[in-house]
């Protein structure tokens, strides 16, 4: 399969994983929230294995000089910052201190403006090396299970159907296909290796900012260990991929 394939394929599943927010339907809410927690620990450090062991690390090997690799990383790091703040102003008039999360719509644009920067930066690493879009996907791909169940719940709480709620966020899952289109094509008039750091400061900012903080203030020891192994387990499984 060539590199297009490789990357309408994940672009594909990737957009599918929008459907996990029917489990909500099914699971209790008790149970949802019992399994979330780890999955969002699991998911940090995915991300930062991902940035550290893969992404960054093929930015160098590409020929970026390290310099310019810790510029784009932390370009991608203030990107997703500057859109995590104007998501939450737009919404929350000037940042109530009891505002949180960007609701309906609002999560709907925040949620297809991050995948189709993700698509960009996963098909960007598709094209340095296959490898390395596999498993830059995969820590994605790990981020998006609770980002989609969390993003679903908000949707119903804020009184949309269930249908209603899901089929939207398919849609909205679809622009990562989109940026990796767009990645693509870009590829043949400029070189797209920027994408690769980019995305690893992308990585290091959702990791450090939205799930690290959901999981490091736990109720009890047992679950403070909990989410401290899922957290390794996440970042030692992208360290093996890597071949280390």
Known sequence: MGVLGWIVTGGVLMSAIALVGAVTLVL???Q???ILMPLVALAAGT???GAFFHMIPGALSAGVPARGVMLWALVGFVVFFALEQFLHWHHCHRGESDCRHPLGYMILIGDGLHNFLGGLAVAGAFLVDIRVG???WLAA???EVPQELGDFGVLVFSGWSRGRALLFNVLSALTFLLGGLVAYHASFRMDVTFL???AAGNFVYIAASDLVPEVNKPRNLRHGLE???FFLTGALLL???GGG
Do not use: C, S
């Open 134 to 136: 596999i498993v830059t």
């Open 196 to 198: 690769l750091p980019l």
């Open 239 to 241: 360290y093996l991929l």
């Open 47 to 49: 991300l930062l294995g």
């Open 141 to 143: 791909a790990a981020h």
């Open 28 to 30: 209790p809410e008790r």
């Open 32 to 34: 949802l929230k019992r």
């Open 227 to 229: 989410h401290l192994g």
